[in-house]
Structure formats: C-alpha cells, structure tokens
C-alpha cells in the first residue's frame, strides 16, 4: 500500500504545482502590469514595483491553492484512469473506501499548508506590500470620510463613550487629523478633542500632538465651557494598535485571529460586525475547500479511459471547481445583504460541494 500511496501522491503533486506555477506566472505577470503606472511616482522605480509583486505570491497561493489541487488531481486521476493504471490499482486491491481514504489525507496535507500560507505567510507579505504601495503618495487611504472606531470606559459617574475618526494614516503608522468625541452617561457630548497627528503604543496609549480640546458642561442642556491648546496630549484607551490596523489595513492582510480580535471589539462596542464575521469564517473554513476539490476531482480516476469524452469530462470538472470559487466567493456577499449566519454563509459551499462530489463518488463506484 506504500507504493500506491507513493504513486498517487506523486502524481497528484506534481500535476498541481505545475498548475500552481503557471497559475502563479500569469498573476505576476498581471499584478506587475498594474504596478508599472506608479514606476517614476515619489522615487517608486522598476525594482520596487517587482518587489511588491513578488510581496503578493502568497497571498495568490492561499487563493489559488483549491483550484490549483482540483485541476492538478483531476489531471493526474484521469490520465491514471485513460492508462488503466488506476484499473490496475483496483483489481489489485484499491478499493473505493482507500482510495477515498488516501486522498483525504493528501487533501489534509493540502488544507493544512493553506493554512499556513494564508494566516502566517500571506498576511505578513500583504501587508509590507501594501506599505510598499503605500510609499507613493506617503500614507494610506482609508476612505473619503476616514476611519471611524468605537471605544468605552467606566468613571466614577458611569460609563463614557469614545467616538475616533482619522483621515489619513502614514506608512509608519501615524495616523492624521484625528478627532475625538466623548459622550458621558446619558449620552450628552462631554469632550472634542482634536489633534494633527497621534501615535499609539502597544498597550493602546495615544499620543496626541498640536492637540485642542473642547469641553462640554455636563448639564442637561450642554454648552460649551471652555477650550485648551496642548502641544502633547496621551490618550489612555483599549483602541490597540492591532485594533486600528484592522480599520486601517485590507482585509487580506488580517489573520484569523486578527479577525477575531476585531469582530469581537466592534460587537462590545455595538458595531457592525457581520463583514468581519463572515471573513472570519471564511478564512477558518477555506483550507478545508482542499479537501472538498479533492472529492471532487475522485469519481474522474472511476471513468472509463476508452469510453471516449474524457477530455469533455474534465474540463467540465474544472468548470465546476471554478464555479465552487466563484460561489464561494459571492456567498459572502450574499450573506451581508440577506443577513445570513455568519458561518452558514461561509460554509454552504463547501458543504453542498462536497456532498456532490460524494453523490459523484457514490454512483460511479455503484452502478459504473
């Protein structure tokens, strides 16, 4: 059984990291193409633009990594099937059941170094690309209205809210025009506070700078008491680094863990968290989408090589592996628009993926 496993695997291996470099090529080529428009712009030259291609490889191999497996092992099933090898392998012992069982472990190979791709490797090198764009014009876009984040703390006359807004962030982490509105127990506006630029720590301390800080009575109609200049101010608060890197940063660039982080602070502080919660899922659960592409692409080592239509029948196989990433892709959206289940709408693809490829599985071994 060494041999068969040896075997199988081998070819399977070798049919998908071909697929993957030719995939990867042809995405490098189209990602540089798009970066020669900033070549010459704020010192941005040739090497740079090559360099923040190569910074996006792996997050293409997290994203590739399902279809890659599905065409790789549907190539090297089929070619099996068309030689009557796998044949050979059947009457010799290979029985529907083992086989099933050695490429579900291939496919557990395949999921875990997904895995690892895509919440250690890719994350980091999105994000040194993203700053390496970001050099063009010295700081990164977070939207025409900035960035808005939520914060709280209880005092000695109750809870206190604190509403943040920044325009702009710098490469190095600084982020610009900053506001800060703090809203006391009953809801009334206590303090505003502005300042050009702020820097925060690990432990979440701001420190603000050229800072004017507005206050409020705490009457039940307030009005403005009295205003003060401060060249420095810090900002004691439970809004991380990490946190405002979540709402700074492309989502490609957030592990799952960051993921978590983040969904969990915007549900403390009664935001909107759907999006990052079905992010969340989806990038738990996507490296399990190896395993289903692996399910699919079995029942094609069960066709009959000299029954003629195999090529039809597989580039029909690799039509529905690309359907199950398109789907796996729009379900997100779908679910944020109907408000679906966050994991439901993470995981239905997979799941009505896998049970046809099982269906698939089911009747060639059965009545084929």
């Known amino acids: 059984m060494r ?15 071909f697929v993957m470099a030719a ?10 193409m ?14 740079h633009a090559g360099l923040s291609c190569l910074l996006q490889v792996p997050g293409h191999v997290y994203e590739l990594a399902p279809i890659a497996v599905l065409i790789g092992a549907i190539y090297a099933l089929s070619r099996l099937a068309h030689s ?3 044949t050979i392998l059947r009457t010799g012992g290979l029985g529907p059941g083992l086989a099933l069982k050695l490429l579900a472990g291939l496919g557990l190979c395949f999921a875990a170094l997904t895995f690892v791709v895509g919440d250690f490797v890719a994350p980091w090198c999105d994000t040194r690309a993203t700053l390496l764009q970001a050099s063009v014009s010295g700081r990164l876009s977070v939207g025409q209205g900035g960035a808005w984040l939520k914060d709280s703390a209880m005092t000695a006359d109750g809870e206190h809210r604190y509403t943040v807004n920044f325009l702009s962030a710098r490469d190095d982490g600084t982020l610009e025009q900053v506001r800060i509105f703090e809203f006391g127990p009953r809801g009334e506006l206590r303090q505003r506070t502005q300042a050009e630029e702020a820097r925060i720590d690990e432990d979440g301390n701001w420190t603000l700078s050229e800072v004017r800080v507005s206050h409020w009575s705490a009457d039940r109609m307030p009005k403005l008491a009295d205003d003060e200049v401060r060249d420095e101010l810090i900002w004691h608060s439970g809004l991380t680094r990490a946190v405002v890197a979540a709402a700074v940063l492309p989502l490609r660039t957030m592990t799952t863990m960051a993921l978590y982080t983040y969904m969990s602070h915007l549900e403390d502080h ?6 990052y919660e079905i992010q969340f899922w989806k990038k738990a659960l996507y490296p399990f989408a190896c395993l289903v592409m692996m399910g699919l692409a079995l029942p094609f080592a069960y066709l009959h090589g000299r029954s003629g239509g195999i090529g039809l029948m597989v580039f029909g196989g690799i039509m529905l592996g690309i359907s199950f990433v398109l789907l796996n892709n729009v379900s997100g959206h779908l679910g944020l628009l109907n408000n679906w289940t966050p994991w439901i709408a993470a995981s239905a693809p997979s799941a009505i993926y896998l049970l046809l490829s099982m269906a698939a599985f089911s009747w060639l071994v059965r009545y084929r």
């Open 270 to 275: 009664d935001q909107a968290a759907q999006r």
């Open 84 to 86: 009557s090898e796998f």
């Open 3 to 17: 041999t068969v496993r040896r075997l199988l695997y081998r070819e399977i291996l070798g049919a998908t990291l």
């Open 23 to 32: 995939f990867l090529g042809l995405f490098f080529f189209i990602d540089l």
């Open 34 to 47: 798009g970066e020669l428009e900033q070549v010459g712009r704020n010192g941005y030259t040739l090497w």
